[in-house]
């Protein structure tokens, strides 16, 4: 009912920065939630930031609080995640996703209905 694909990862030293875009099929993507996860090698898959589908408020996890911004762009069908001061603990694979339902935990990954593919994001120390 809707794709979602990620792009911009890639490999960078520490201390540098990434922006990574998730673009939406689907006429209706101003009225979905968005959020970005990531899971690294042998890790289970974490939060990373979300962004509200009406007020626009953000949110993030701690780790990433200060570095990252999640950004959209209703016209575009696209959410950002600008990335700044990469760590090494920062490599993971990231992935953006969607949910339309009415009330959801917006960390919780079993609330989003919808996965891209997935983006690599290796930093390097």
């Known amino acids: 009912q809707v794709q979602l694909v990620e792009s911009g990862g890639g490999l960078v030293q520490a201390g540098g920065s990434l922006r990574l875009s998730c673009s939406a099929s689907?006429?209706?993507?101003?009225?979905?939630?968005l959020g970005w996860f990531r899971q690294a090698p042998g890790q289970e898959r974490e939060f990373v930031a979300a962004i509200s589908r009406s007020s626009g408020n953000t949110h993030y996890a701690d780790s990433v609080k200060g570095r990252f911004t999640i950004s959209r762009d209703n016209a575009k069908n696209t959410v950002y995640l600008q990335m700044n001061s990469l760590k090494p603990e920062d490599t993971a694979v990231y992935y953006c996703?969607?949910?339309?339902?009415?009330?959801?935990?917006?960390?919780?990954?079993?609330?989003?209905?919808?996965w891209g593919q997935g983006t690599q994001v290796t930093v390097s120390s």
């Open positions: 689907g006429r209706t993507f101003s009225n979905y939630g």
């Open positions: 996703a969607a949910t339309a339902r009415f009330s959801y935990l917006i960390r919780i990954s079993g609330d989003y209905d919808y």
